[in-house]
């Protein structure tokens, strides 16, 4: 079954305690994704990566690491995370099979709450 | 301004109306769209792709209009669990994919 998890689901910390959320796929996808959800706001990217070792930002990358260092892992890391890193975060992979035909997974969202 | 408009709603509909979502999207670079259902609390999924010609799928059907750079989405006879919210996606290439998100319309069906 195509899957797309993430680890915690849901998390509480505080100012400034250093955390990764992880995401893996099994669908051998190249392209995977962070964004993060807000109300009024969507969903933005975060983080991108469209293959092994290839990352770059997304649309709103400050206070984020990234790193990909196997295909099926696209790990996120809060250095020292703040109230206002707040937010559903969602990890996603894609590929795209030819021309508009794609498929995409997301994965169950990590609630991660900031004190 | 947003590069992915959509009217946040909420709409509240009895069951069996017909519901249109409209959305608008500001780059003429944008060459792929598709409509995603959200459940509260849950991660989206893929509804469908919208293409030129339009497409149905059942009950919903998509248009896009290029020239000016506008998408629907119609259901016919709601159904309760079509309650949700429906976000406009539009992919444009940037030195990669690049997925952008409407903040999403959220729809309730009345019974």
């Known amino acids: 079954e195509a899957q797309v998890t993430q680890n915690p689901r849901y998390l509480i910390t505080v100012t400034g305690k250093k955390l990764t959320v992880t995401c893996s796929q099994n669908?051998?996808?190249?392209?995977m994704s962070w964004y993060r959800q807000d109300p009024g706001l969507g969903l933005r990217q975060i983080y991108y990566?469209?293959?092994?070792?290839?990352?770059d930002k997304g649309d709103v990358p400050e206070g984020y690491k990234v790193s990909r260092k196997e295909k099926r892992n696209f790990p996120l890391i809060l250095e020292s995370p703040s109230p206002n890193q707040t937010s559903l975060y969602f990890c996603?992979?894609?590929?795209?099979?030819?021309?508009?035909?794609?498929?995409?997974?997301f994965g169950p969202g990590t609630r991660l709450t900031v004190t | 301004r947003k590069e992915v408009e959509q009217d946040p709603g909420p709409f509240n509909v009895p069951e069996g109306a017909t519901v249109a979502f409209n959305c608008t999207y500001s780059?003429?670079?944008?060459?792929?769209f598709f409509w995603y259902r959200q459940d509260c609390r849950k991660e989206p999924k893929l509804l469908m792709s919208?293409?030129?010609s339009g497409n149905e799928d059942g009950r919903f059907t998509a248009q896009l209009n290029r020239a000016s750079q506008y998408i629907s989405l119609l259901i016919r006879d709601s159904k309760l669990s079509d309650s949700a919210t429906y976000l406009c996606?539009?992919?444009?290439?940037?030195?990669?994919?690049?997925?952008?998100f409407g903040q999403g319309t959220r729809l309730t069906i009345n019974p």
């Open positions: 996603a992979s894609m590929s795209w099979t030819s021309g508009d035909s794609y498929e995409q997974y």
């Open positions: 669908m051998n996808h190249e392209y």
């Open positions: 990566s469209m293959n092994v070792e290839v990352t």
């Open positions: 780059n003429s670079a944008s060459q792929s």
């Open positions: 919208v293409y030129s």
């Open positions: 996606v539009v992919n444009r290439f940037q030195g990669a994919q690049k997925l952008v």
